[in-house]
């Protein structure tokens, strides 16, 4: 009667055993793939312009990816240990891409000097074209900054940039300030602006050029503050995006526009960088450099200067998208000869997807 059993059970256990061995192919194959991709992106992310879209991955998965593959490992069967030692090496090669802020768990900021300054940075998304405007300017007088750094001063209608002129509401809502313009960026300043040089693709634009011009050449905005006897070079910065959602990756025009776009957003980081390592005043570096820590394009940023984020509370900083699950630090800070003692994103209440940068700083005599 036994045998009668055993051999009725067999063909039962041949099917579990394919399905066993297939979940272990399936297991060692994703893993071998996550390596695969890491390793790829170690080599070309910011040197290869198609790396573009898979730098769009949240950093924090070349943690979170690994660490799941690991706890799968027992899954693959005879293929266990060499899931194992793949998703170690994988984690090895990509734990330090996942933007986590070990100072959230060290100690972040320091206590502020009698007359630190206070700076907000945010890209406004198109201003206030679909926000009211008294929320507008009652957000922004709220943070009580003495210097403001704001992206995206204008409109898009109909898939275009258009220019806007809030220059009298400006100066109504913050009487004393200094403020300066180029193209889409607006530096506010409580202290005197003593010169705002072009930086980068901007050199090429004359007096009295075109806005549109200056919308796609300046994309960064310098500016010289005098505050006691130091100077403070500010970088208000807006790199350009990899990509518009709307547009269809299955055209070849995709792929055009794509390395146009890593053309320009190259040509504003090697005029950042390079005006960057020629100033020698202390500096902060702010804005939407649409970029994550783990891509290519920020690696000098991180090694020349001072990340803000050293001062947050935060082990994940995420700017993006303010409205839901934020994943992405594509807005930054860094410094040098300047110390920042505080810093936080900040809700937009609705008006942006992007969260708005505030710190304390302090300089020199500050």
């Not at 879209?53 to 660490?67: E, M, N």
């Not at 900040?346 to 020199?364: K, T, W, Y």
Request: glycine residues 8%; aromatic residues 10%; proline residues 8%.
């Amino acid at each position: 009667m036994s045998n009668v059993l055993e051999t009725r059970a067999a063909p039962a256990a041949e099917p579990r055993g394919r399905a066993r061995r297939w979940r272990g192919r399936l297991v060692f194959t994703v893993t071998a793939a996550w390596l695969l991709f890491v390793v790829l992106h170690r080599l070309l992310s910011g040197r290869f312009w198609l790396w573009l879209l898979p730098d769009l991955v949240p950093p924090i998965v070349y943690l979170a990816g690994p660490l799941l593959l690991l706890a799968a490992a027992p899954l693959a069967g005879r293929l266990r240990r060499w899931c194992a030692v793949l998703a170690v090496v994988s984690l090895a090669l990509g734990a330090d891409q996942s933007a986590l802020n070990p100072a959230a768990v060290t100690g972040a900021g320091s206590p502020a000097p009698p007359g630190a300054l206070r700076v907000v940075s945010w890209n406004t998304e198109y201003w206030h074209q679909d926000d009211d405007p008294g929320h507008f300017y009652g957000f922004l007088k709220a943070q009580h900054a003495d210097v403001y750094l704001l992206q995206e001063y204008l409109s898009w209608t109909d898939d275009t940039p258009r220019q806007v002129d809030d220059l009298a509401r400006l100066r109504q809502e913050f009487p004393g300030y200094r403020i300066a313009v180029e193209g889409e960026l607006v530096t506010l300043s409580r202290f005197p602006i003593v010169a705002s040089p072009p930086v980068g693709p901007a050199r090429a634009l004359g007096p009295g050029a075109p806005w549109l011009s200056a919308f796609t050449l300046g994309k960064v905005l310098r500016t010289d503050l005098r505050i006691g006897t130091s100077v403070l070079s500010l970088y208000n910065v807006h790199i350009p995006t990899q990509y518009m959602l709307n547009e269809n990756p299955l055209t070849p025009a995709f792929y055009t526009f794509l390395q146009d776009r890593n053309a320009a957003r190259k040509a504003q980081f090697d005029g950042l960088e390079a005006d960057v390592g020629a100033n020698r005043n202390p500096l902060l570096v702010a804005g939407d450099f649409n970029s994550t820590y783990a891509m290519g394009d920020m690696g000098w940023l991180f090694h020349r200067l001072s990340s803000a984020n050293r001062a947050a509370h935060s082990l994940y900083p995420a700017s993006w998208p303010a409205g839901g699950p934020a994943l992405w630090q594509l807005d930054w800070t860094f410094t040098s000869s300047a110390r920042v003692h505080g810093y936080r994103l900040l809700d937009p209440e609705g008006m942006s997807d992007h969260r708005a940068q505030g710190l304390v700083i302090s300089i020199g005599d500050t």
